[in-house]
């Protein structure tokens, strides 16, 4: 079965600190995986989308990694700010198919003052 | 551009009672989707279009219908509610939906009472 795996489910940080979040994922065929960024309340927006021959992409502070042959990948927040509390959801979409677009549960980040 | 629109942000239902959730978005793209979120749980698509007069149904489509007769309306609607469906829904959109950025919108606040 088609899953996406997340850790950890929730991180504490301070201000300023660097962390990394987790995801591992079973689909197959695979085609891309993107990170999401979601704040309390509001939809989710696209940080990075990578495919398979893609290994690093960043966005600003966001720096997302894929390792397509052991399935994982990480998102390397550097330097954390208030505003990046949020939850961060990895999703992974499966080659061939028309939506189907498998959605990890999510970290959820706190970043204190 | 005003993105993708969704239209209550909140509504509370009577079980049994019927409604549509507005999504609309202005950025041209074909496929739209929409998509519950539960606590503890990913995002799970409902139904998803890949143009106008086209829909097909996602993970758990029991319970609504969708239709979509011009590229930028995407309702949602809620046949005879139940307190199941008591979940926040999004509306999402890009312009190819295994490649390119998808765009949520703000989410509609669901209670089935």
């Known amino acids: 079965k088609n899953q996406v795996e997340q850790s950890p489910q929730s991180l504490i940080i301070l201000e300023g600190k660097n962390c990394t979040l987790q995801?591992?994922?079973?689909?197959?065929?695979?085609?891309?995986l993107r990170w999401y960024k979601q704040d309390t309340g509001r939809g989710p927006v696209s940080l990075t989308i990578m495919t398979f021959s893609e290994n690093t992409k960043s966005n600003g502070r966001y720096t997302a990694t894929l390792d397509a042959d052991t399935k994982q990948s990480s998102l390397h927040i550097t330097a954390s700010q208030l505003s990046d509390s949020a939850s961060y959801i990895c999703?992974?979409?499966?080659?061939?198919?028309?939506?189907?677009?498998?959605f990890g549960k999510g970290t959820k980040l706190s970043v204190k003052p | 551009n005003a993105g993708v629109t969704q239209t209550p942000k909140f509504q509370v239902l009577k079980t049994g009672q019927s409604m549509t959730l507005q999504c609309a978005q202005d950025m041209n793209h074909e496929y739209m989707s929409w998509y519950r979120q539960d606590p503890g749980m990913g995002l799970r698509l409902i139904h998803y279009s890949v143009g106008a007069g086209i829909t097909d149904q996602g993970e758990v489509p029991n319970g609504y219908n969708v239709s979509r007769s011009t590229t930028e309306d995407f309702p949602l609607r809620l046949l005879s509610a139940a307190p199941s469906q008591t979940s926040v829904y999004f509306c999402?959109?890009?312009?190819?939906?295994?490649?390119?950025?998808?765009?949520f919108g703000p989410g509609t606040r669901l209670t089935v009472l």
């Open positions: 995801c591992n994922y079973t689909v197959s065929p695979f085609s891309n």
């Open positions: 999703v992974v979409s499966e080659w061939g198919s028309q939506g189907n677009l498998i």
């Open positions: 999402a959109s890009s312009s190819f939906p295994i490649t390119d950025t998808q765009y």
